[in-house]
């Protein structure tokens, strides 16, 4: 039987086509991922199948029955289930209180506590969950809050169960916990429906495997003997690149140190978020930080940006201030109501008269310099792509001519040709002798353009690749159509020293 | 562009929501509506009297609802304007009087610029505690209200009070500023005074502060989105304690036109809830100090019409007038908002 | 001397705990509305509305238990609307709390004029009757002399029951902690929105009506603040019906003292005595208690 069936499903957003006539299906009881590039529509596909968004067009089916799904209550009243990337948990409540919620047990008047503990405890003792009922979401780890929202889906029954990018936020440890829990699923017969963008999780646990490109469907596999062709995913997950020109780096003569930090620790609200960061940052390099989200990255950038204070260590800096393009550029920046002229003059220092004159000369430079794509020079940013929004915030950090310049997935969410663009200007900047710290959770990324990388773990670079290890990945890197073997073995060392894992 | 219609379009409509609900209130009260409109119309607007009490009557709104847009801008809910703007005017009433040795102007001068720090203090507070403890400035200021005219009772009944009053001894004559009738017989009898000049330009000067000076750009982007701001570099607390200080400040200015322009000296309640009404006119005028002009005449006309209308209805109804236009616009700015942006959408698609 | 012998006498203790229920109701009030998301700085103005309605329609239909119904009716009509602004329409909620105190206080004072020719206060009424059940324990007479203050003091137990150990409290505090989590469950976040808004609303109007009641009257400015503080005694008392409890006895206790003061009249002034408890909400908020913790997605729109 067919657990689930898209048939012909297409899901526009604005020109944007998310989901372009996509027909699969999902056997029942099987382990099915879906993969893809950002933004190549998987969430988009899942969202659908749980009832987030309404398709423009095609069917859903659900074990064979057609279903017309308002919400995600529907969804759930059909025992879906999914688990977002971002958990949608409770902080203030116990883990039991989340997971009861919406579904509650009561006997009169009150909650049923002793009934609900009981169940609870036999789900947990079934799959292994290894949780404690009576702890605050806000007390306990990543991988156990993550628990809570499986333990969420099994208090519903459900048995189509979707996770988003599940093992982003793991430590290696608990994704193979994970995986365990993923089998135990199957053996008691449910569907496992994962989006996920790494290969060997892939190979290690599917039955079947599907990419999405740009919208569209392109590749069906079956795993169900382990004889997945890896090289023949990823060609399909990427795709033929459009090929966009970038700046190649130049010899940069003298590197000079700007900031140097030695065992830096930081510790907020009783969590020590950095435990000991060594790390050279000079000028005329690229230097990339990457690791899974979380480990600390982002306080390193906002030390190094003035924006947080270390507990404890030795800073020494050879600057001012830094240009920051930060993690998340919503959020975090730009301000979304104002035009591009004034997203750049609330940077200036001194406070002057601000005419509309000053903000049309600020925004024509940069249009011109950024190739920004806008309605109309006094748009507000809100009315600008993911792309162009970011191509403003680099433009204002870089206008400021800082001899260090942070960047913080500068490309996440943003197109190809945006993408392009964003890396050659932080070459040019490189070769114009700047400081440069990359951080980024996409390998690819940090390895064509880094000069030195170093992975964080837990509060701790544990490893920097120097400039000749690196140079030689971006050598075999320009010859290849996608090879991933050839690179194999720097990327397997550097996912495996994201997870922890030195040898 | 788009912006200023969609404006347009929601306070005509949220003025045209509340003509209903006021009619329907009158017909409901056996009252005939057209005849009291055209009451409050003839009385304000057909002799320079009514025209000039009028405007004194939207003088403090509207330099309070300057001090309060800055704030509003700024994204801190300032409640606290009625207890600043009292505590100011009362330093400024005594500090006039204990300044008589000085030359009249620098008395005067002087004798503001203390009301205004004392105001602005009484706004640091609460700025302080919001970023020391994160506890919101709405709670603190209300409660500061209460604190500051309870002080303020105490210091004139045992200390500044003229005797058996609740207000200080009058300034010199000389240091009464000119009424408007004195040059233009037309607003004969009426209050107007040159502090309404002194509203005008503390508006333009408000207006141009908030829309044409980096710092404006810097108090509105922190208003709009206080995470980014400290990213894009903005020093985000010093804003906070900076637009506080001058909001809260500039409300103190709004006891000129009473101690300066009319009466000569502080009483207890003078100021008759300006510095609520004043958010409601701030509101209104969507924290555009231009507008806030409009928006003060529009409450002062509702003011000044409800006494005109006393014998027929209670004049209190203009608080009711003045509670639905907030209310109104409040709602009819959202939901004008959300077709705009529907339709910018559908375009876009 | 006498003061202090006054203040240490079990009579004001009963005053104090007596005093405590139009506090603590409104506290309440403001709990039940925060706890699911909505910040509703219009406590002062609900009570100032049911304080007038009670006194008005107890005159005019000549019974208390109507009085009491209709006036109670007219606050829940108020707080829908409430909710609707906040919650349907997702306007700023301490703007639309501004608004309807403003508009309530417009209204009381018009209608006070228009029905009772008076700009101060209405037509005496009776107050609600009396609790016989205690009538002849010293102690227990003052604190349960009615009914609304019974309940007030149930509240506790029933508010700390309703929070915690039921279904309705665990929804409603999981819209204020975070609503995109409780929605991705199936709760409906809005609906639980309103009932937050509404039981704020029946609350303070029992509060605004045993105020009405006590002073047998309904007078201008006579709820003077104290829909005010208490919110401030929600935020000491850290949104927990136990703790808001003692928070809202420090506040009667004032109010006590100050009763005391006046009786005695002793030469502290009355303003300075007035301005304590305000005085007290600003430096407990500032340095006694810790930093609060309102419900994580109080005042955000969903």
Avoid at chain 1, 175 to 183: D, G, L, P, R, T
Wanted: proline share 2%.
């Amino acid at each position: 039987m067919k657990a689930v069936e898209f048939v012909n499903i297409s899901k526009r957003f604005g020109n944007l086509p998310a989901n372009d006539d996509i027909t699969l299906s999902i056997e029942d009881n099987s382990v099915h991922c879906i993969l893809g590039e950002n933004g190549a529509g998987k969430s988009t596909l899942m969202k659908i199948l749980f009832g987030i968004y309404k398709p423009d067009s095609g069917t859903l089916k659900i074990r064979g029955e057609q279903v017309n799904f308002q919400s995600p209550h529907d969804a759930i009243a059909m025992r879906i289930g999914m688990v977002h990337q971002h958990f949608m948990l409770v902080d203030d409540f116990t883990v039991l209180e989340n997971v009861i919620l919406g579904s509650e047990l009561t006997r009169g008047l009150s909650l049923d506590f002793r009934k609900t503990e009981r169940l609870l405890n036999e789900l947990i003792d079934k799959f292994n969950l290894n949780l404690d009922l009576k702890k605050k979401v806000s007390q306990i780890s990543i991988g156990q809050q993550q628990k809570t929202e499986i333990l969420k889906l099994l208090f519903r029954d459900s048995d189509i169960l979707i996770f988003d990018e599940p093992t982003a936020v793991l430590s290696p440890i608990e994704v193979n916990e994970f995986f365990k829990i993923i089998k135990a699923f199957k053996d008691s017969g449910k569907t496992v429906i994962l989006i996920t963008h790494k290969l060997n999780e892939v190979k290690q646990i599917s039955d079947t495997v599907s990419v999405l490109r740009n919208g569209k469907l392109v590749l069906e596999q079956d795993n169900s003997k382990g004889n997945l062709d890896i090289e023949k995913l990823s060609n399909a997950i990427v795709g033929e690149k459009d090929a966009v020109e970038t700046e190649t780096k130049g010899e940069v003569k003298s590197r000079e140190e700007m900031l140097v930090m030695s065992n830096v620790t930081l510790r907020k609200n009783g969590v020590d978020i950095l435990n000991g960061i060594d790390l050279e940052l000079r000028s005329g390099e690229i230097l990339g930080v990457c690791g899974v989200e979380g480990n600390g990255q982002t306080e390193v950038a906002d030390i190094i940006a003035g924006l947080e204070k270390s507990s404890s260590g030795k800073i020494s800096r050879k600057f001012d201030t830094a240009g920051n393009v930060p993690d998340d550029r919503i959020k975090k920046g730009m301000i979304r109501e104002f035009s591009i002229g004034e997203n750049i003059a609330i940077k200036n220092k001194k406070n002057q008269v601000v005419t509309n004159n000053t903000l049309k000369n600020l925004a024509e430079s940069i249009i011109s310099d950024f190739d920004v794509r806008l309605p109309e020079i006094d748009s507000t940013l809100s009315q600008l792509s993911g792309g162009n929004q970011q191509k403003v915030i680099i433009a204002r950090e870089l206008r400021q001519d800082n001899p260090v310049i942070i960047f913080s997935h500068p490309t996440r969410g943003v197109d190809i040709n945006a993408t392009a663009f964003i890396h050659s200007k932080i070459i040019e900047q490189r070769n114009k002798g700047k400081a440069i710290l990359l951080i980024s959770s996409d390998l690819d990324e940090l390895i064509s353009l880094s000069d030195r990388l170093c992975v964080i773990f837990r509060g701790r670079i544990i490893k920097t690749f120097e400039y000749d290890e690196i140079a030689l990945a971006q050598k075999t890197e320009k010859h290849k159509e996608m090879d991933i073997e050839m690179n194999k073995n720097l990327y397997d060392k550097i996912g495996k020293l994201m997870m922890g894992l030195t040898d | 562009m788009k912006k200023s219609r969609q404006n347009v379009i929601s306070i005509s409509a949220s003025l045209l929501v509340t003509m209903l609900i006021v009619t329907a209130l009158l017909v409901s009260i056996g009252k005939n509506p057209i005849a009291i409109y055209g009451t409050v119309l003839t009385e304000v607007f057909t002799s320079g009297y009514g025209i000039g009490q009028t405007l004194f009557k939207a003088t403090p709104l509207i330099i309070c609802g300057c001090g309060l847009a800055i704030c509003f801008h700024a994204s801190l809910f300032n409640i606290g304007a009625e207890g600043q703007l009292n505590a100011g005017s009362f330093v400024t009433a005594i500090a006039v009087i204990k300044l008589e040795a000085l030359p009249a102007p620098l008395a005067i001068v002087v004798s503001i610029i203390a009301g205004f720090l004392v105001s602005g203090v009484f706004g640091l507070i609460p700025a302080y505690i919001k970023i020391k403890k994160d506890v919101s400035e709405v709670i603190t200021t209300i409660m500061f209200n209460f604190i500051i005219i309870a002080l303020i009772n105490f210091f004139l009944v045992d200390l500044f009070a003229v005797k058996a009053t609740m207000h200080t001894e009058k300034i010199p004559d000389g240091y009464m500023l000119f009424r408007f009738s004195d040059f233009i017989p037309f607003f004969q009898g009426s209050a107007l005074n040159a502090s309404f000049v002194i509203a005008l330009m503390t508006a333009a000067v408000t207006y141009f502060f908030i829309y044409k000076t980096t710092y404006g750009y810097k108090l509105r982007a922190a208003g709009f989105n206080e995470v980014a701001s400290k990213y894009i570099g903005i020093r985000v607390n010093k804003v906070i304690l900076i637009s506080f200080f001058i909001g809260a400040g500039i409300t103190s200015l709004a006891g000129m036109n009473y101690i300066f322009g009319y009466k000569g000296f502080y009483e207890a309640g003078f100021s008759n809830n300006i510095g609520f009404t004043a958010i409601a006119v701030t509101l209104l005028a969507k924290n555009n100090p231009i507008g806030i002009i409009f928006s003060s005449i529009l409450f002062a006309i509702l003011d000044y019409g409800g006494l005109s209308v006393n014998q027929e209805v209670p004049k209190e109804i203009m608080l009711v007038v003045q509670g639905i236009i907030i209310l109104a616009i409040l709602s009819t700015d959202k939901i004008v908002s959300a077709y705009f942006a529907r339709a910018a959408r559908d375009r876009f698609v | 001397m006498e003061v202090a012998t006054s203040i240490l006498s079990f009579a004001f203790l009963a005053q104090v705990l007596r005093l405590t229920t139009p506090f603590y109701l409104g506290a309440s009030a403001a709990t039940y509305s925060e706890r699911g998301g909505v910040i509703n700085i219009s406590i002062e103005g609900f009570m100032n509305l049911s304080a007038f309605s009670f006194a008005a329609f107890t005159i005019g239909t000549g019974s208390l238990v109507a009085g009491l119904i209709l006036s109670i009716i007219v606050n829940l009509i108020f707080s829908f609307l409430f909710s609707l602004f906040t919650v349907k329409l997702k306007i700023d909620q301490i703007v639309t709390g501004v608004g309807f105190n403003l508009l309530i206080a417009g209204i009381t004072k018009f209608l006070l004029v228009l029905i009772f020719k008076s700009s101060s206060n209405t037509d005496r009424i009776e107050g609600l009757p009396e609790m016989t059940l205690f009538k002849s324990i010293p102690f227990l007479d003052t604190i349960f002399s009615d009914y609304i203050s019974i309940f007030c003091f149930a509240l506790i137990f029933i508010s700390s029951f309703i929070f915690f150990k039921t279904k309705f409290g665990l929804r409603l505090r999981s819209v204020g902690e975070n609503p995109w989590a409780a929605d991705s469950l199936g709760v409906e976040v809005r609906k639980y929105k309103m009932y937050g808004v509404m039981i704020s609303g029946f609350l303070s109007a029992l509060a605004g009506i045993w105020l009405a009641s006590n002073q047998n009257s309904y007078s201008e400015g006579m709820i003077a603040g104290r829909g005010y503080i208490a919110l401030a005694a929600m935020i000491i008392g850290k949104w927990n019906p136990v703790n808001v409890f003692f928070a809202c006895l420090l506040f009667s206790a004032f109010e006590a003292l100050e009763i005391a003061l006046q009786i005695s009249g002793t030469n502290v002034p009355s303003q300075l005595i007035q301005m304590l408890p305000y005085v007290i909400t600003i430096l407990v908020l500032i340095g006694f208690i810790g930093k609060t913790r309102p419900p994580a997605a109080d005042g955000k729109a969903f």
